[in-house]
């Protein structure tokens, strides 16, 4: 009797999985931005080729990003970044986001006194 519920609850518990990783899985849309740019038929959706073409751009840009990283922040050339370099990556990608969020603020300001 035991087994029988234990086996039962297995069950269950695999089948709620299942079906929580098809329902997260259909829920998975593409931006808005993304489907202005691959959406080449026009038709609202992206069919396998849009699919396709826009995961091969997703995946180019990011290895442009890793190459650029590589180029600007391995100092001793040894083809990846260790500890150190990762770190000053760190604190250029905080300050620019700092420079930005100043400059947001600024215009914020700015557009508020002429109000």
């Known amino acids: 009797m035991l087994r029988l519920a234990l086996g039962f609850l ?3 518990f695999t089948v709620t999985l299942a079906s929580a990783k098809e329902d997260s899985a259909k829920e998975k849309k593409p931006s808005k ?19 396709a073409a826009a995961k091969a751009e997703a995946a180019a840009k990011a290895k ?5 990283n590589l180029a600007k922040y391995d100092a001793n050339k040894d083809g990846k970044l260790d500890d ?7 604190a250029d990608h905080e300050a620019a986001q ?3 969020k100043a400059e947001r603020e600024a215009k914020k300001a700015a ?3 002429k109000q």
């Open 10 to 12: 297995a069950l269950l």
């Open 33 to 51: 931005q993304t489907m202005e740019k691959h959406d080449a038929n026009k038709d609202g959706t992206l069919d396998d080729t849009e699919k």
């Open 64 to 68: 442009a990003t890793r190459e650029a």
């Open 84 to 90: 150190a370099e990762k770190a000053t990556m760190k």
């Open 98 to 100: 700092a420079a930005k």
């Open 111 to 113: 557009k508020e006194e």
